[in-house]
Protein backbone atom coordinates (compact mmCIF):
# COMPACT_ATOMS: atom_id res chain seq x y z
CA UNK A 1 0.00 0.00 0.00
CA UNK A 2 1.39 3.33 -1.01
CA UNK A 3 1.43 5.91 1.45
CA UNK A 4 1.72 9.80 0.90
CA UNK A 5 2.32 12.73 3.36
CA UNK A 6 1.92 15.80 2.28
CA UNK A 7 3.52 18.93 4.64
CA UNK A 8 4.46 22.65 3.53
CA UNK A 9 1.45 24.31 3.63
CA UNK A 10 0.81 27.37 5.68
CA UNK A 11 -0.78 31.47 5.07
CA UNK A 12 1.99 33.52 3.03
CA UNK A 13 0.78 36.57 1.64
CA UNK A 14 0.48 37.26 -2.54
CA UNK A 15 3.07 37.44 -4.20
CA UNK A 16 5.13 35.20 -1.64
CA UNK A 17 6.52 31.78 -2.08
CA UNK A 18 6.33 28.19 -0.16
CA UNK A 19 7.27 24.78 -0.94
CA UNK A 20 5.19 21.69 -0.39
CA UNK A 21 6.83 18.19 0.50
CA UNK A 22 5.53 14.63 -0.74
CA UNK A 23 6.95 12.00 1.46
CA UNK A 24 6.32 8.50 -0.50
CA UNK A 25 6.71 5.52 1.40
CA UNK A 26 6.87 2.13 -1.25
CA UNK A 27 9.64 0.54 -3.27
CA UNK A 28 7.07 1.12 -6.25
CA UNK A 29 7.88 5.05 -6.06
CA UNK A 30 9.78 4.72 -8.99
CA UNK A 31 7.31 3.53 -10.54
CA UNK A 32 4.25 5.49 -10.24
CA UNK A 33 3.57 9.34 -11.62
CA UNK A 34 3.41 11.58 -8.99
CA UNK A 35 0.92 14.97 -8.75
CA UNK A 36 -0.57 17.55 -6.97
CA UNK A 37 -3.97 18.41 -7.06
CA UNK A 38 -5.57 21.18 -5.28
CA UNK A 39 -9.09 21.77 -4.09
CA UNK A 40 -10.76 25.17 -3.24
CA UNK A 41 -14.20 25.34 -1.38
CA UNK A 42 -17.04 24.55 -3.70
CA UNK A 43 -14.74 23.51 -6.41
CA UNK A 44 -13.79 20.51 -7.98
CA UNK A 45 -10.51 19.07 -7.72
CA UNK A 46 -7.98 20.39 -10.30
CA UNK A 47 -4.48 19.16 -11.39
CA UNK A 48 -1.00 21.53 -10.53
CA UNK A 49 1.48 19.58 -12.03
CA UNK A 50 2.79 15.97 -11.99
CA UNK A 51 6.47 14.13 -12.63
CA UNK A 52 7.20 11.37 -14.09
CA UNK A 53 11.36 10.60 -14.65
CA UNK A 54 12.02 13.58 -16.71
CA UNK A 55 8.66 14.45 -17.98
CA UNK A 56 7.08 17.27 -15.78
CA UNK A 57 3.41 18.71 -16.69
CA UNK A 58 1.37 21.94 -15.46
CA UNK A 59 -2.25 23.13 -15.36
CA UNK A 60 -2.13 26.13 -16.91
CA UNK A 61 -2.87 28.93 -14.17
CA UNK A 62 0.58 27.48 -12.63
CA UNK A 63 2.59 27.47 -15.69
CA UNK A 64 5.88 29.64 -15.30
CA UNK A 65 4.81 29.84 -11.28
CA UNK A 66 5.02 26.88 -9.92
CA UNK A 67 7.82 24.04 -10.11
CA UNK A 68 7.68 20.34 -9.53
CA UNK A 69 10.91 18.05 -8.51
CA UNK A 70 11.75 14.89 -6.93
CA UNK A 71 14.54 13.74 -4.84
CA UNK A 72 14.30 9.86 -5.43
CA UNK A 73 16.74 8.91 -2.50
CA UNK A 74 14.40 10.59 -0.19
CA UNK A 75 11.44 9.50 -2.21
CA UNK A 76 9.94 13.20 -1.88
CA UNK A 77 8.26 15.38 -4.90
CA UNK A 78 8.87 19.00 -3.98
CA UNK A 79 6.21 21.75 -5.43
CA UNK A 80 7.92 25.16 -5.10
CA UNK A 81 5.51 27.79 -5.49
CA UNK A 82 6.20 31.07 -6.10
CA UNK A 83 4.48 34.55 -6.93
CA UNK A 84 1.26 33.22 -5.84
CA UNK A 85 -2.07 34.57 -5.70
CA UNK A 86 -5.43 34.55 -3.86
CA UNK A 87 -6.46 32.11 -6.10
CA UNK A 88 -4.15 29.81 -5.33
CA UNK A 89 -5.82 29.45 -1.90
CA UNK A 90 -6.85 25.80 -1.43
CA UNK A 91 -6.35 22.52 -0.25
CA UNK A 92 -3.52 20.63 -1.97
CA UNK A 93 -2.93 16.84 -2.20
CA UNK A 94 -0.44 14.63 -3.37
CA UNK A 95 -1.41 11.33 -5.60
CA UNK A 96 0.87 8.68 -7.22
CA UNK A 97 -0.73 6.52 -9.96
CA UNK A 98 -0.39 5.16 -13.22
CA UNK A 99 2.99 5.71 -15.24
CA UNK A 100 2.65 8.16 -17.73
CA UNK A 101 5.64 10.13 -20.05
CA UNK A 102 3.32 12.12 -21.80
CA UNK A 103 0.94 15.34 -20.40
CA UNK A 104 -2.08 14.41 -22.13
CA UNK A 105 -3.42 12.34 -19.43
CA UNK A 106 -1.92 13.67 -16.32
CA UNK A 107 -5.18 15.66 -14.94
CA UNK A 108 -7.42 12.85 -14.96
CA UNK A 109 -8.29 11.83 -10.87
CA UNK A 110 -9.65 8.17 -11.80
CA UNK A 111 -5.96 7.90 -12.77
CA UNK A 112 -4.79 8.11 -9.05
CA UNK A 113 -5.42 5.51 -6.87
CA UNK A 114 -3.24 6.40 -3.79
CA UNK A 115 -3.67 10.10 -2.22
CA UNK A 116 -2.45 11.91 0.74
CA UNK A 117 -4.63 13.58 3.57
CA UNK A 118 -3.84 17.34 2.57
CA UNK A 119 -2.34 20.26 3.14
CA UNK A 120 -3.83 23.80 3.58
CA UNK A 121 -2.48 27.04 1.05
CA UNK A 122 -4.01 30.31 2.30
CA UNK A 123 -2.57 33.06 0.31
CA UNK A 124 -3.79 36.73 1.63
CA UNK A 125 -4.14 39.90 -0.36
Known amino acids: QVQLVESGGGSVQAGGSLTLSCVVSADTYNDKRIAWFRQAPGQEREGVASIYGATTCYGDSVKGRFTISQDNAKRTVLLHMSSLKPEDTAIYYC????????????????????WGQGTQVTVSS
Open 95 to 114: AAGRPGAYCNTWRILDLYNN
